[in-house]
């Protein structure tokens, strides 16, 4: 099926590896000129290095920004605009946030939170509005978590300020739909990252579990019985991001192996 997205802009904030990673894969795959981002130049410089490589696209750009500063992400936006123009589709996906219960956290890490987890998306989503309303065509797809409708313990952050990105996207998906524009979420279960062995690795010192074990216990509330593929999120946010979807609107859909429990 032909999705339509050759030569759109597609922004992926995060994606040196991982979800982010993947997505950008996809995307590039797809034909998208592709700008990913992340705190480590020499990282994410290798990271595009490696879509390239791997996809054949050569448009593919990398820049450094950490998502939970302002001024890094008005230049991730300058930049990648300058390198390809204004930008069609914006993948927003950020950094893990600080694990811990509410008694682990202090003031500094709900702000740092939050500037992680939503304000960033506010600042991108800003950012690339304008260029959208002007075409009259735009996709702006947030990646989230599951711990949106199931949270997960020890992670009192991503569990709370996550939640306000389903009000972000569906206050967007009211304001902008008449305007060539959709907006959507994705809620991720487990996606095998380092992110996700990093969440067992914590299990398995909280219980004294060995880390297989911990990674095959994060699985027993999965029907799928399996981790999910960072690809496998790539070709949603594909999918969400092509004219097909262009009637998909205001929603946000899982992708969890069956993982949440909620009807609804
Ligand atoms: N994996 C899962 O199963 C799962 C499930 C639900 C939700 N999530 C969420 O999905 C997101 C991606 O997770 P992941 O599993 O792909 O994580 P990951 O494998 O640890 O990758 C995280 C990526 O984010 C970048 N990053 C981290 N902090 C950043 C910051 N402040 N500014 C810019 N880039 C930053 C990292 O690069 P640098 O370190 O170079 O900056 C890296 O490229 C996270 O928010 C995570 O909490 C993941």
């Known amino acids: ?6 030569s759109k802009v597609a922004l992926v904030p995060a994606a040196s590896k991982g979800i982010g990673h993947g997505v950008a894969k996809v995307l590039a795959t797809e034909g998208c000129k592709v700008v990913i981002s992340s ?4 990282s994410i410089s290798k990271a595009g290095d490696a879509i390239v490589k791997e996809t054949g696209n050569k448009d593919v750009y990398s820049v450094k920004a950490d998502l939970a500063i302002k001024a890094d992400i ?3 936006v300058d930049q990648a605009t300058s390198k390809f123009g204004t930008i069609d589709i914006l993948a927003y996906n950020t950094g893990p946030p600080k694990p811990g219960t509410f008694a682990d956290l202090n003031d500094a890490d709900w702000e740092q939170g939050v500037r992680l987890l939503l304000m960033s998306a506010v600042w991108l989503t800003k950012q690339v509005i304008p260029g959208m309303v002007q075409k009259k065509w735009g996709r702006l797809i947030y990646i989230t978590s599951s711990t949106l409708r199931q949270p997960v313990p020890n992670l009192v952050l991503s569990n709370t300020v996550r939640l306000s990105l389903a009000g972000l996207s569906k206050s967007l ?17 487990h996606i095998l990252t380092d992110r996700q ?17 911990a990674m095959k216990q994060m699985l027993q509330d999965v029907p799928a019985g399996r981790y999910g593929l960072t690809e496998e999120v790539g070709h949603l946010v594909a999918f969400l991001a092509s004219e097909k979807a262009s009637y998909v609107n205001g929603t946000m859909l899982a992708i969890d192996g069956g993982l949440i429990r909620s009807v609804f």
């Open 74 to 76: 008005d230049l991730l």
């Open 39 to 42: 705190r480590d130049q020499d």
């Open 1 to 6: 099926m032909d999705l339509g997205l050759r």
């Open 173 to 189: 998906a009211l304001e902008y739909g008449s305007k060539g524009i959709t907006s959507n979420g994705i809620m991720q279960g």
């Open 197 to 213: 062995r990093q969440v067992a690795q914590d299990v398995s010192s909280r219980t004294g579990k060995g880390l297989d074990e």
